[in-house]
């Protein structure tokens, strides 16, 4: 079971942090870090330290603080950014550095004009000195979805023999298909010599939708770490969801992985993202969304009311999230309407509901969702016109 253990790499500091009007000061840093702690995230990566001071000083009181989790800096190959990355990790009880280069030949040409051997050099020599700091060494082989992916294998057998032990194969633009992803981490799992010396990890993007389908994936074939960020959060369309790869591994368990993540605390620890961050979940999210546990369509309702498995395949309480939820619009049965009678304390008969239904309807059709006010005049009404009768 030991190798069934995928590492959740928690990146909403950093990666999550580079949003427009996202920034976070050190003591909102902070806080978040002991809740990622607390939810169970094995490698918290703090930071970009060589970015600016303060970035440097979150990475620094955050590697103070935290007892359990590894803490990561991220660097760019380049001598200082590793310097300075060292020294903001040295209170670190668990420290790791990451570092790496663009491999695709689109970052090579057009972002490096190098040529791919010279880009291989760079990326043995950023691991040679990371590891004069820290025996935990993270690659990433920067827009690895577009690389060739016998190059790319040439530059992972190289940086773990340099001394990674973690290699992240990041789909930088969120190219990639699942097939395709899950394809090239069997390709590097089965043709790199030396790739039992490290693990591999995912860091895939959503600009196509396709984050945390390919981050599952990803771990199918060979992966065992996943790089994603609280609500999904991240440059341009957002980083892999936590929560999503989370509970799909969780509610799979035929795939025979597991993490260490509290679920329980996945709702709340959402809410706080979202307020810190000052940036809205959208309603429809997957797990932490307002919407995720409310039915509002009469067939769904009918069949949630009879068996919540009929339509929701995770507990609410599992993911820390309140009690399902039965929205009346013009769209409900009358199941749902007596259900909702029922639960502000009137107990109405089938010919009964039959006839409040019926005043419903005018209701639902003036209102995008008719509240219990709207329920208790309608009990009121047809009170008062049974008395009249």
């Not at 040409?109 to 880009?119: C, L, S």
């Not at 600009?207 to 790089?227: C, F, V």
């Not at 009918?302 to 039965?326: C, H, M, R």
Request: negative net charge; aromatic residues 6%.
């Amino acid at each position: 079971m030991a190798d069934k253990k995928i590492f959740i790499f928690d990146t909403t500091l950093r990666d999550g942090e580079q949003i427009p009007g996202c920034k976070l000061n050190t003591t909102e840093k902070i806080e978040l870090a002991l809740k990622l702690e607390d939810l169970g995230v094995d490698i918290l990566e703090a930071g970009f330290p060589v970015s600016s001071p303060g970035d440097f000083s979150s990475v620094q009181e955050i590697s103070r603080i935290i007892t359990r989790a590894t803490v990561c800096g991220l660097t760019r190959a380049v001598k200082k950014d590793i310097e300075v990355a060292a020294a903001a990790l040295k209170e670190a009880r668990r420290s790791r550095i990451h570092t790496g280069i663009g491999v695709s030949d689109y970052h090579i040409k057009g972002k490096f004009n190098a040529t791919r051997d010279e880009i291989l050099q760079r990326a043995i020599q950023c691991v040679t000195w990371a590891r004069n700091y820290t025996d935990d060494v993270e690659f990433y082989a920067e827009d690895a979805g577009r690389a060739d992916n016998d190059y790319l294998a040439r530059v992972i057998e190289a940086v773990i023999k340099a001394g990674a032990t973690t290699v992240n194969i990041p789909d930088t633009t969120g190219y990639c298909l699942p097939g395709q992803y899950g394809a090239k981490i069997a390709h590097l799992a089965n043709k790199v010599p030396n790739i039992d010396k490290a693990v591999i990890s995912c860091h895939c993007h959503n600009d196509l939708g396709l984050a945390t389908a390919n981050s599952i994936e990803g771990i199918i074939n060979g992966a065992r770490q996943i790089e994603c960020t609280i609500n999904g959060l991240g440059e341009r369309a957002g980083n892999t969801a936590l929560e999503e790869v989370v509970m799909i591994i969780k509610q799979h368990s035929q795939l025979g992985f597991y993490t260490n993540i509290n679920t329980k605390q996945l709702n709340p620890m959402s809410r706080l993202v979202s307020d810190t961050m000052r940036m809205p979940v959208q309603p429809n999210k997957a797990i932490v969304g307002a919407n995720a546990f409310s039915h509002s369509s009469g067939i769904h309702q009918d069949g949630f009311l009879k068996d919540a498995i009929t339509y929701e395949i995770i507990n609410p309480e599992e993911v820390g999230a309140e009690n399902s939820k039965i929205v009346l619009t013009a769209r409900s049965g009358r199941s749902a309407l007596a259900h909702r009678l029922q639960k502000l304390g009137f107990e109405y008969t089938r010919n009964d509901i039959d006839v409040l239904y019926e005043q419903f309807l005018k209701v639902a059709d003036l209102k995008k969702e008719v509240q219990e006010d709207d329920l208790r005049e309608l009990a009121r009404q047809y009170q008062q016109q049974a008395v009249n009768a």
